[in-house]
């Protein structure tokens, strides 16, 4: 089985930082960060593909990056310049495919169980 686990989360003040990781059991090719606000979609922030390849959310491209160790199974997101509009849950997704896009959501079918990050004003 595949099993995905988030860690890193946390309360932190507008412009802090936060960084994300995230161990899988396995490899898969396709990993990234998704999050979701109450009363909000799930919505991608950021994939990395097996040749290192990176897609952003538009809202964080620039602040936050995104990256994997060397073995390929452990997943970690730098958030930099954090803002009130980036609290929700985060969860740790993959899919095993040749293609890795931000969404749809439902495209990544391996969950972590979410770490929540909360950027106060």
């Known amino acids: 089985q595949v099993q995905l686990m988030e860690s890193g989360g946390g309360s932190v003040q507008a412009g802090g930082s936060l960084r994300l990781s995230c161990a899988a059991s396995?490899?898969?090719?396709?990993m990234g960060w998704f999050r979701q606000a109450p009363g909000k979609e799930r919505e991608g922030v950021a994939i990395i593909d097996s040749a290192g390849v990176r897609r952003y959310l538009y809202s964080v491209a620039g602040r936050f990056t995104i990256s994997r160790d060397a073995a390929k199974t452990t997943l970690s997101l730098q958030m930099n310049s954090l803002k009130p509009e980036d609290t929700a849950m985060y969860y740790c997704?993959?899919?095993?495919?040749?293609?890795?896009?931000?969404?749809?959501?439902?495209?990544?079918?391996?969950w972590g169980q979410g770490t929540q990050v909360t950027v106060s004003s």
């Open positions: 997704a993959a899919r095993d495919g040749s293609d890795c896009p931000l969404g749809p959501t439902t495209l990544y079918v391996y």
């Open positions: 396995v490899y898969i090719r396709c």
